[in-house]
């Protein structure tokens, strides 16, 4: 929603239209967190520098120069951040905006982790999930570092050459951004049958 001059309309429109489901990344919790702080306490703070620090200075300006800008912060802060999907072949993913290792308790339920580390964390790129056991048919998919800067910082130096979504982790992990504010590229995985599409703009 950020880098770029129509973010916040590109959010409403993502809001409105039934055919997405729209979870809760770092720009949005940044856009709610300095919205809460306008709004509610007439002023900008530290949240506010970091989102116009990550290219949101246009989406915070058409934000609060929206009538309904306080009801839009309040429906980012409720978007979920995270959301299951489970194939015809019984492969089940697990998507939010940064990514994690999936566990599970004393009576096999599955864990997720904070809010704040299915929005924010990176910590689980180095550390390999137990794919082998619990989650044999289950892929997390995940954007947040684009996959450039992820590719280099796990030494998958043939990813340059083949431009698409990064898989990892002995292929349990799957990462998704494009950069697309600097390629001008999107990449779309298809859940069921596994295979991606790249739009180019």
């Known amino acids: 929603t950020d880098r770029g ?3 916040y309309e590109i959010m409403k429109a993502i809001a409105k ?10 720009h949005e919790d940044m856009l709610y967190k300095a919205g809460i702080d306008y709004f509610q306490n007439g002023y900008t703070g530290e949240d506010y520098h970091l989102l116009v620090h990550n290219g949101g200075y246009d989406t915070f300006n058409d934000l609060i120069a929206d009538p309904a800008g306080q009801q839009w912060c309040n429906y980012i802060r409720r978007l979920p951040t995270h959301a299951e999907y489970t194939n015809a072949n019984g492969i089940t993913f697990f998507l939010s905006h940064a990514g994690f290792n999936p566990e599970v308790d004393e009576e096999d339920n599955i864990v997720f982790p904070s809010d704040y580390d299915l929005i924010w ?9 137990d794919y082998e056991g619990r989650f044999t048919n289950h892929i997390v998919v995940h954007g947040h570092t684009p996959c450039p800067y992820l590719a280099e910082d796990l030494g998958q130096s043939h990813w340059t050459k083949t431009p698409g979504p990064l898989w990892y982790d002995n292929r349990s992990k799957v990462c998704l951004d494009a950069m697309s504010f600097k390629t001008n590229m999107l990449y779309l995985l298809n859940l069921d049958t596994l295979t991606h599409e790249i739009i180019t703009i």
């Open 5 to 7: 001059s129509e973010g």
């Open 17 to 26: 239209d039934v055919r997405f489901t729209y979870l809760k990344g770092n």
């Open 121 to 129: 964390d990176r910590e689980h790129y180095y550390n390999y999930f």
